[in-house]
């Protein structure tokens, strides 16, 4: 009885028109061979499943040519479909492209679960960067048992010319010689570096070339391995040997992201000196690898131990709290609020696309109604329709992929233009296997997810009434989903023109802010002095008249000065004054011309006088900032005639200049100017680097071969290079404008794709509501009546949307918040503002229909009907 | 007209041959028997569906077995269209082998 049982249940999977005549064919081949129920219920599965396999088949080649053809019949509702999928979808392939190794791909080491980061956080120059303090580094190294190795690296902090490298300049990062045995990898051609221990004094020191670099300089020839370079950087030359090739696909492990590292240079590993006895002003960024069954936690709950006592004994530790991550997490932390903002937005973005395409689906399911009541009739399964209306969807979003995939290909170069250069050597090509996968992947689950509306839509078919009277049935249905959609797609679009509109107020104000100086057609020229002279003295008056000489009369050149340091650089330590008094500020020696050449204006006083300069008056000069601090609450121009005490001496201030702001978003420093032959300054000489500030013409460049001419003739060889100072500010700036470009893209994306769902939407409206618009005007509505009527039915569902995602930017707006400049998140007036925009649109968009609508004949529309 | 397949060449021959008996069961045991090619049951039920649709062959249930719950038989014939597939496909193949080693007769065993 059971086995009876077993083989009619067998026999369900075989299709309905063959299951007699199987089952009689099999009860035939079984009697005479002796074969049981078992054996006939196999064979029924068997043919069972390849006949459904084969009628499947064949109705998805039916079904998708059947797709094909009617979509390219309606040419202006593919196309339109195609277009806004491929918006939304290309937002996330463009964003993804440059993510994708940052985020989500595996690390390129061997086991990376083991590997961690450990940092507190600090800001280094122009870019962050999650570093520990050297002491405290080599406290964990030397006494951590849960750690097996650490090693540090830099990615590159400075570009450099390298004899042989060719004319481009070559970005140089720096590790320790242990990097790559703690990622546990090895060199694609070539060795690794030598321990420190066993690498013989004097002679080159190491590097390793990055492998796209040896590619594209030197065509993967394995000549370069072992050849010496001499590697420049300012006045100094130094050799360094190419001892291997860095694997494919390899990332600098460090926290401070970099477009590119075409060369590793060795440095020692500082953790594992174990002299520091007092903190001191220089970090490191380690890597470290857990011993084998030692866990994270554990890891952090060893350093915390290590670490206690030297917060006890030292008050500059106090606040120190080192952190233990998992290396990617630890690499990208200070990225990832802002890139996992980026991926919420593109999401956003390819979220309204979605609905939108349910909407234009949606609003074409007029159609697919009454050609689904004549497949009803004519004996066609609700899983049948069901595919075939996903099948439309699934079309169209392959077709938008592969239109997206291939424009992003196409517009790569354009793209990385807008791109944070710390991301650009992330970005892999649109057409990489695993995008393209996950492309297509997505693709396909937003057809499933468009396709719903059209499909619950088929659920509810009435066949007579359609068959009889036309989809009016299905109509008011059909409808209702749609006005869901445009009131879901509106609520998205608010959340993305708010934050679209925040981002660009926060970008202007850091863009239009002032940063004390005029950085157009200003040059920062550095020069790198003899090393011999340096030591003495007595000759800074002449050598600095010697620099400042060599500027007069040169060609474009309008006013020039000389700082002792770059003021564009923030990594400093603390200066002597400030530190003094317990405070963060800082000091620089200035010629008498210097803030003449900035464009800083002096605000009270005088700058130094020539004779000041050469003699090393004590006279000083401070920022607006500086006096504040030095004088809290007093009005400014009161400082004049003051007198401050530095390491040389009572010195009178003369003068208070502008801040200069070069790095926006930090707090403001305040400065002291000093003379810049002054007795208690030292940097600048001491490194045998001074700087010249020069203005040049509009849109020339300083000649560094004459200015090094000039310099030769009176002080000796001289390294000359210089960079403007537009180029100093870009890189702040880079990131704001990135996200100003990027949100307001979305912004306008999604947009666009409302005001297209709107049209599609009200043009159904305006088809389904025929009749009634005629019988309205029989009756004696006007013209504007029927616009009014049809306008409001588009902007009512939009307006509610708009509230509703007025609600939702109000709960996102926290996470924007960060990234954004003295700009409210949640500013009402924005909001107001954005709700407006989102309205207007429901209006133009519906506008068109609506015309056309009031236009037409009530008594041809009554004769119709 | 559309190219006819191996399987399917190998079908229709065979319902051919049959004339009215042509069913699953003996089409499968001819086309061993002669070809020596053995098509597993859902390979010939797929092939006779395919060309079912196609319009090369009709089929038709045969009266019911005479016993309580009894199942009837499928029964397949050639139509025109499925007699001049198979048969251009036949002389196509016979073209093509003239003057070959392919176009020799079978040697009989001694």
Same mark, same amino acid.
């Given at each position: ?21 199987? $089952? ?22 068997g ?10 088949l ?12 009617s979509? /390219?019949?309606?040419? !202006? ?140 300089? @030197? ?30 696909? @390899? ?19 500082r ?21 084998p ?6 890891? /952090? ?30 690499? &990208? ?15 956003l ?30 004996g ?27 424009l ?26 695993r ?15 468009a ?30 989903? !749609? ?53 003495d ?7 600095l ?5 060599? &500027?007069d ?10 700082i ?32 003449e ?10 700058? @130094? ?53 070069v ?32 203005k ?17 003739e009176?002080?000796?060889?001289v ?26 893209? &979305? ?42 009527l ?9 307006? $509610? ?65 | ?15 051919? +041959? ?12 001819? #086309? ?8 597993? +049951?859902?390979? #010939? ?21 005479a ?25 196509g193949?016979? +073209? ?10 079978a040697?009989?065993?001694?």
């Open positions: 009885m059971r086995r009876a049982t077993l083989f009619r249940a067998a026999l369900l999977v075989v299709p309905a028109a063959w299951r007699e005549a199987v $089952a009689r064919d099999l009860a035939e081949e079984a009697e005479p061979g002796g074969r049981g129920t078992i054996w006939c219920a196999c064979q029924a599965l043919v069972g499943l390849r006949l459904r396999r084969t009628i499947g064949d109705a998805l080649r039916s079904d998708l040519c059947g797709s094909i053809r979509l /390219a019949r309606a040419r !202006g509702f593919t196309a339109a479909a195609i277009l806004t999928f491929a918006l939304g979808i290309g937002v996330n392939v463009a964003v993804f492209s440059v993510i994708d190794r940052l985020m989500f791909r595996p690390l390129p080491y061997a086991d990376p679960e083991r590997l961690v980061h450990l940092h507190t956080a600090s800001s280094v120059g122009s870019a962050p960067e999650a570093t520990i303090d050297v002491m405290i580094g080599q406290r964990i190294f030397e006494r951590a048992r849960s750690i097996q190795d650490m090693a540090w690296a830099q990615a590159s902090g400075f570009e450099l010319l390298v004899d042989g490298f060719g004319t481009a300049p070559v970005k140089a990062g720096a590790a320790s010689a242990n990097l790559l045995r703690v990622l546990g990898i090895r060199p694609a051609a070539g060795r690794d570096f030598t321990a420190d221990r066993e690498r013989p004094a004097g002679g080159p020191s190491e590097a390793l070339l990055a492998y796209d670099t040896w590619t594209t300089r @030197f065509g993967r020839s394995h000549e370069v391995i072992g050849r010496v370079f001499d590697v420049h950087v300012l006045n100094r030359t130094a050799q360094y040997r190419i001892v291997g090739i860095l694997p494919p696909g @390899f990332i600098v492990p460090s926290s401070r992201l970099a477009e590119r590292t075409d060369l590793v240079m060795v440095r020692h590993n953790l594992a000196d174990g002299d520091r006895t007092r903190p001191g002003h220089d970090t490191v960024a380690p890597v470290a690898r857990l011993r069954g030692v866990s994270r936690e554990q890891a /952090a709950a060893e350093i915390a131990t290590l670490v206690a006592p030297l917060r006890r004994q030292f008050p500059e530790y106090e606040h120190e709290r080192v952190t233990v991550l998992p290396l990617r997490q630890g690499l &990208f932390f200070l990225y990832a609020p802002y890139l996992w903002l980026v991926v919420g937005a593109a999401a973005v390819l979220l309204v696309a979605c609905v939108n395409l349910g909407t234009l689906l949606l609003a074409r399911g007029r159609s697919r109604a009454q050609e689904a009541a004549v497949r009803t009739a004519l066609a399964s609700p899983g049948r329709l069901v595919f075939a209306a996903t099948i439309d969807a699934a079309i169209l979003c392959v077709a938008s992929s592969v239109a997206a995939l291939l992003c290909r196409w517009a790569s170069t354009a793209l990385m233009t807008v791109v944070p250069f710390e991301f650009r050597g992330f970005a892999v090509s649109a057409l990489d296997p995008l393209v996968g996950l492309t297509l992947a997505v693709a396909l689950a937003s057809a499933l997810a396709a719903m509306g059209p499909v619950r839509g088929l659920r509810r078919i009435d066949v007579l009434s359609i068959l009889q009277r036309g989809d009016q049935g299905a109509g008011s249905a059909r409808l209702r989903s !749609g006005t869901l959609l445009l009131a879901a797609e509106a609520a998205l679009g608010v959340v993305l023109v708010a934050g679209a509109a925040a981002s660009v107020h926060s970008f202007l104000g850091l863009a239009l802010r002032d940063p004390g100086f005029v950085a157009e057609d200003l040059h920062s020229v550095n020069l790198g002095l003899p090393a011999d002279q340096t030591a003295k007595s000759t800074r008056v002449p050598r008249r010697a620099i400042r000489e060599a &500027f009369g040169m060609p474009d050149v309008e006013a020039a000065g000389v002792t340091r770059s003021p564009f650089i923030e990594d400093l330590p603390p200066e002597t004054f400030w530190q003094h008094l317990g405070r963060s500020g800082r000091e620089w020696g200035v010629s008498e011309d210097l803030f050449a900035m464009g800083t204006p002096v605000v009270y006083g005088r700058t @130094f006088t020539r004779a000041e300069v050469d003699d090393d008056a004590l006279v000083a000069i401070l920022s607006e900032g500086g006096a504040r601090s030095l004088w809290p609450g007093e009005p400014v121009r009161n400082v004049i005639g003051r007198t401050i005490q530095t390491k040389g001496g009572n010195r009178e201030v003369v003068g208070v200049v502008a801040d200069v702001r790095h926006p978003t930090l707090p403001l420093m305040p400065a002291l100017f000093l003379p810049a032959t002054a007795r208690e300054i030292e940097a600048g000489w001491s490194s045998a680097t001074l700087v010249a500030l020069v040049m013409a509009p849109g020339r460049s300083p000649d560094r071969a004459l200015i090094a001419a000039r310099l030769g009176t002080i000796g060889r390294s000359v290079s210089s960079e403007p100072a537009v180029g100093v500010l870009a890189p702040w700036l880079e990131r704001p404008r990135f996200q100003a470009l990027l949100f307001g893209s &979305f912004a306008a994306i999604g947009l666009l794709l409302a005001a297209m769902g709107i049209y599609a939407v009200a043009a159904f409206e305006v088809a389904r509501r025929r009749h009634e618009v005629g019988v309205r005007m029989t009756l004696g509505a006007s013209a504007g009546d029927i616009r009014r049809l306008v409001r039915g588009a902007v009512l569902p939009v307006a $509610a949307g708009a509230a509703a995602g007025l609600g939702l930017t109000w709960w996102a707006a926290r996470f924007l918040q960060s990234l954004l400049f003295e700009v409210d998140a949640r500013d009402p007036w924005t909001f107001a503002a954005v709700a407006l925009v989102l309205v207007a649109t429901a209006v133009a968009a519906s506008w068109l229909p609506a015309r056309r609508a009031a236009r037409v004949d009530p008594a041809a529309v009554l004769r119709e009907t | 007209m559309l190219l006819l397949g191996e399987v399917e060449q190998l079908v229709l021959l065979a319902v051919l +041959r049959l004339g009215d008996e042509a069913y699953a069961v003996p089409l499968r045991a001819l #086309i061993k028997a002669e070809a020596g090619v053995d098509l597993s +049951r859902g390979t #010939i039920y797929a092939t006779l569906e395919r060309l079912e649709r196609k319009g090369y062959v009709t089929s038709w249930f045969s009266d019911p077995q016993v309580r719950g009894g199942k009837a038989r499928r029964l397949f014939r050639l139509k025109p269209p499925g007699v001049a597939a198979v048969t251009a496909a036949k002389q193949l016979d +073209r093509l082998a003239r003057g070959t080693v392919a176009a020799r007769p040697r009989r065993k001694a």
